[in-house]
């Protein structure tokens, strides 16, 4: 590889590393967010995740096209990360920290993920309590009678 594919190479691999870095901070900030119940700056974080989601795709599918032109190899994982290694031992580190930082990502959004599950099976079963309690029949009356359950007639003169 020239010396102008190794820039080209290295200039990949810097945007893919900061914008994963980006990405990582974004779903620590999202995890905050669940945990702490603050739901309505979420959509403000979707936001921002699908953007930087799109931008980490076109990167990773510039770097794919870069190695296929390059005639690197891309599968299995550990070929591409022997000839990284072998081609220029700094590229090759800076390869195995984004691999790293997809797999905290991953791991990161999957428990988020789980956060958000949890959060709606809880909505859902308060839901449903709170309809149930809807159901059953009012003490007291829409004028503020008490009434009784059966005919809901009103049973008290006051």
């Given at each position: 590889?020239?010396?102008?594919?190794?820039?080209?190479?290295?200039?990949?691999?810097?945007?893919?590393?900061?914008?994963?870095?980006?990405f990582?901070?974004?779903?620590?900030?999202?995890?905050?967010?669940?945990?702490?119940?603050?739901?309505?700056?979420?959509?403000?974080?979707?936001?921002?995740?699908?953007?930087?989601?799109?931008?980490?795709?076109?990167q990773?599918?510039?770097?794919?096209?870069f190695?296929?032109?390059?005639?690197?190899?891309?599968?299995?994982?550990?070929?591409?990360?022997?000839?990284?290694?072998?081609?220029d031992?700094?590229?090759?580190?800076?390869?195995?920290?984004?691999?790293?930082?997809?797999?905290?990502?991953?791991?990161?959004?999957?428990?988020?993920?789980?956060?958000?599950?949890?959060?709606?099976?809880?909505?859902?079963?308060?839901?449903?309590?709170?309809?149930?309690?809807?159901?059953?029949?009012?003490?007291?009356?829409?004028?503020?009678?008490?009434?009784?359950?059966?005919g809901?007639q009103?049973?008290?003169?006051?």
């Amino acid at each position: 590889m020239s010396e102008t594919g190794r820039a080209q190479l290295s200039a990949l691999l810097d945007e893919l590393e900061a914008t994963l870095t980006r990405f990582n901070a974004l779903l620590i900030d999202e995890e905050d967010h669940l945990v702490h119940t603050r739901i309505d700056q979420l959509a403000t974080l979707t936001a921002d995740k699908l953007a930087i989601t799109q931008q980490l795709d076109q990167q990773f599918q510039a770097f794919r096209a870069f190695a296929q032109f390059s005639r690197m190899p891309l599968s299995p994982a550990h070929v591409l990360d022997e000839a990284l290694v072998r081609f220029d031992a700094q590229l090759g580190e800076q390869w195995h920290r984004i691999r790293e930082l997809s797999l905290v990502a991953k791991a990161r959004n999957t428990s988020n993920g789980q956060l958000i599950d949890s959060r709606k099976q809880l909505n859902d079963r308060l839901f449903n309590e709170l309809s149930q309690l809807r159901e059953t029949p009012q003490l007291y009356g829409e004028d503020g009678r008490v009434r009784s359950t059966l005919g809901g007639q009103p049973f008290d003169k006051a």
